[in-house]
């Protein structure tokens, strides 16, 4: 079982700066892929980052790509989702989530991920 626990949401003005962490309990933490959604009010779930495992690979929407990193600390057990230039189109829920069984090629899509945290609201105004 993994519990996935997001914080670090809040309000900012375009073209600041939050980062959001995730604490992932569980023994199964250091081997699952690990990754962020976000939400728009009445809008589907739609992928923002991943990273696998290891930490050697990291994928992006096209959204969020050159403002946004996702790292992990395996010691921590935490995921990061540092967020830069942020713009009121970033306002959203967040969510993190957790893929136990490594799955490949599916990182962008829901169904890929076996744990969601409760979400983190993120509010950026202009």
């Known amino acids: 079982q993994v519990q996935v626990v997001e914080s670090g949401g809040g309000s900012v003005q375009a073209g600041g700066s939050l980062r959001l962490s995730c604490v992932a309990t569980?023994?199964?933490?250091?081997?699952?892929?690990m990754g962020w959604f976000r939400q728009y009010p009445g809008k589907e779930r739609e992928f923002v980052a991943s990273i696998t495992w290891n930490g050697d690979n990291t994928y992006y929407s096209n959204s969020v790509k050159g403002r946004f990193t996702i790292s992990r600390d395996g010691a921590e057990n935490t995921v990061y989702l540092q967020m830069n230039d942020l713009k009121p189109d970033d306002t959203a829920v967040y969510y993190c989530?957790?893929?136990?069984?490594?799955?490949?090629?599916?990182?962008?899509?829901?169904?890929?991920?076996?744990?969601w945290g409760q979400g983190t609201q993120v509010t950026v105004s202009s």
């Open positions: 989530v957790a893929d136990v069984e490594r799955r490949k090629n599916v990182q962008f899509f829901k169904m890929a991920y076996d744990y």
């Open positions: 569980g023994r199964t933490f250091s081997s699952a892929n």
